[in-house]
């Protein structure tokens, strides 16, 4: 008891933000308990309360009959919390921290039902207020097909001026953030379920270095903060209120992008999803969302339509060599999903040595992607 | 007082003679055994006493040494039994010593002085320093493939001394009594579909390029690497010969009346250990599963379920042919040349192995995978995705071609092999490839492009330009490689490793 209060004694020079950041350090914390430990509370306040270690009758509303174990917990925790080390390690590590109700903080975000009440931001913090930002997100485990849409996507929104917001994540959400990149124009935001310094997943760490050079990074994580379960369906809420369409390009039955979409439904931010093939188990999640009455993406520019704005530049001329016999024949039995090449020799009648010869030309000239074993055409 | 007995014992898949020295004298009634015996040699004690006693003849209650000559080798199993009774007998004057001057014996006796056969009786007749052998009506058979031998059956103690003795005939040498079971080789017309598989197998009979089939469960992975054998050419005799003799030492029986002509099929499960795939373990330094699919098919199925360890252990026999086991009672080489077929699923869940098609995320299918260390992938020049069949195809009645109009195409790229001084392409060296297979100028460029692309390493472009020798091979083709070649040994040899989301440039 003594010991917090000397703390709060002690530490009154820091400012609210330092508070928050040293209370979004405690184990589990998520958004809807940092709200209810701040209700009636200033930061300070509320970490004293923490440190207290008492059972809060706000945090008990939320979390239940958990709350005396969640609060020792947080107690323990905090002992090992020095606010104001915590608070100066994060501004030397460059990073922008905005509270709720600075002047960067987003504005489509004030009104949020559930703010994220402090971001930390790497990169141009700007780039959020661009007029329009598009989400476009989907699952990690995605086929060539969406991988394409999702690259597409992204180049054609920034080409438009639209800035695209993503999760870094390996597959839908990289590939939309590559295409952005790759197309110049507004810049891309990449809002992260980590701290700044840990690069999750560690196979995007380019993509996450350029991201933070052209665009800006978000995050609610403090420094320090690994991959948790629980803070990727909290962080796609942000990038639902950041966003103002969220499309989804793949998604299997269960996947987190399900979560995007319900938050952005709850937030009244208009959702496109991107047809599959009805085999195809990575579009069963978005097929499904189509059933249930969700407009389509068919073109890219409907995108840009839903916005308000006009449709994109014509696609760049196809400079592949256009296949001659029998590839042409091989190209157009491969469909739009992964194949095999049992599948294809089923389907084109071509002794094995003219089909696989076929398809490795076809993998070469660009019209096929090779991916252990399985084709997928290009478009 | 004193005999001295032609013998032989096995060490690894090798027979070696053994002189079996036995020495009667006035003392303390004891039997001892030196010379290196294991545990079997020890007990050859009690069985030989009671052989003797059973067979009617005196047990001399004197001090007995027995010793297997010469001293460093290591003797194991049963088989000394009957030149030890034999050695008895002789230094107890029941038979004379000129009697057995040129015969060598090997059998193990039972206690009712049968004598039974043994193990290995192949390369053990042939390390024998005599001109007649002894053994076991059952190992007759067997011991009759080694020429110029005259091999002796003797079903029981009793009849032996009364040979040697010349008070009886030898007995007639009849049959073997001992039945082999005939290995029926599945045939690929029981192969629905799976067209670039069949193709792909006929490929590695054609050219012993080892194959790596990858597939989710139901596939019909095993099921086309239990046909490969089928496809082979049968063994040349020197082949069967040193086939024969590696699967005698491990105690199978010969088929009846000859050596085994036909490649061995062996499918270890996967929790051998290292010992037992690639050999020794124990002082008599067995053979282990490679050896004994020598000039066959070794199928590994559910390739990333075996030890790390074990699979690492493969590597080295694979590229040289032959298992050098080194223990401290001594070493041994065993040939090891097979054609290695592994089985294994695109991922832990068991699904299809599709981009975006199965629940396993990424790390988790590249963790599975990678238990199969780079190297051992590279040794496999055949690497293909094998699907599901359709089910029009497993119910439709159109069946396959018959493994038999297969193995005539790959016994006829065989020959072309030969005439280049090998058995099999993938024996063919940087050199002689080059002679063999030139490349077309078009063929030169496409490999050019492809090395630059970081798509293939230096290991990999020589095994690319074999495996399309392999296919121009099958399909009679002459001159040049050409390009199509090139690229279908590319098409055949598919990246398991390749992460998923390399297209993010």
Redesign the interface.
Known sequence: MASADAVVAHGAALPDAGWLTALLCLPAMGPRRLGALLDGRSPAEAWAAVCSGRPLAEVAAVVGGRVGALTGEWARAARDIDPELVWSATLNAGLEVIAHGDDAYPRCLLDDPEPAPVLFAVGRVDAVAVPSRVAVVG??????Y??DVA?ELGGALAAAGVAVVSGLA??ID??AH?GAL?AGGAPPIGVVATGLDVVYPA?NRR?WNRVAEAGVLLTEAPLGTGPRAWRFPSRNRIIAGLADVVVVV?S?ATGGSLYTVEAALERDRPVLAVPGPIH????QGTNHLLAEGCPPLCRIDDVLTALGLVGSAPLPPDRRPSPGEPDRRVLEAAGW??T???????RVDLP??????????LV?SGWF??????Y?RVR | MLASVHAATLLGVRGHPVRVEVHVDNGLPTFNVVGLPDASCKEARDRVRAALVSSGLAWPSRRITVNLAPTGVPKAGAVLDLPMAVGLLVACGEVEPASIEDIAFLGELGLDGSVRPIPGALPLVDAIEASIVVVAPGNADEARLVTPIVVRPIPDLRTLVLALRGEEPWPEAGTSIVESVAFDEPDLVDVRGQRMARFALEVSAAGAHHILLIGPPGAGKSMLARRLPGLLPDLTGEQALEVSRIRSAAGEALPTGGLFRRPPWRSPHHGASAAALVGGGSAAMRPGEISLAHGGVLFLDELGEFAPKVLDALRQPLEDGTVQISRVAGSADYPARVLLVAAMNPCPCGGSGAPGGCRCPEHVRLKYLRRVSGPLLDRFDLRIEVDRPEPVELLGDRAGERSSAVAERVAAARERARARGVTANVELDATALTAAAPLSPEATRLLEATLHAGRLSARGLHRIRTVALTIADLTGRDGPIGPDLVDTALSLRIDPFRPAGHGIR
């Open positions: 699952t990690r485990r995605c086929t060539r969406g991988r690259t390996l597959g990289g590939a590559a790759a196979a993509l793949e299997h195809s188990p990575a579009s999903s992964p095999t090449l049992d599948a294809l020799a089923r094995p040595v003219d089909l696989a010869s076929s398809v490795a030309r070469r992607d090779e991916e252990r074993g399985f997928q």
